[in-house]
Nanobody, 120 residues
Framework: QVLLVESGGGEVQAGGSLRLACAASGFSFSSSRMEWFRQAPGKEREFVAR????????SYAESVKGRFTISRDNAKNMVFLQMDRLEPEDTAVYYC?????????????WGQGTQVTVSS
């Protein structure tokens, strides 16, 4: 049973930082690409960052590039999202995700999400 549990959200002023963590279990974490998504109120869920199983290939949404850093610790089955220079537009529920298969159309396993609120 795939289980993803996010933590580290909270409220911060614009320009501040937060570090999100996702603890994973129930699958071969060290063989899995991991991703972060977010969903703001009234908007669709959107991609934020992705990291390959070995951590060598990383990609970001343009809106967070240069401010957010994704990383992973395969020994601890955890993936992280360091968020710096936060902006009010970053306010959203952040989700850790793992694709169900190599086919993107097959969907994702999701965590319960963690709320990030950035005040101006």
């Amino acid at each position: 049973q795939v289980l993803l549990v996010e933590s580290g959200g909270g409220e911060v002023q614009a320009g501040g930082s937060l570090r999100l963590a996702c603890a994973a279990s129930g699958f071969s974490f060290s063989s899995s690409r991991m991703e972060w998504f977010r969903q703001a109120p009234g908007k669709e869920r959107e991609f934020v960052a992705r990291i390959s199983y070995g951590g060598y290939t990383i990609s970001y949404a343009e809106s967070v590039k240069g401010r957010f850093t994704i990383s992973r610790d395969n020994a601890k089955n955890m993936v992280f999202l360091q968020m710096d220079r936060l902006e009010p537009e970053d306010t959203a529920v952040y989700y850790c995700a793992r694709a169900k298969t190599i086919n993107p159309g097959d969907g994702y396993y999701w965590g319960q999400g963690t709320q990030v609120t950035v005040s101006s």
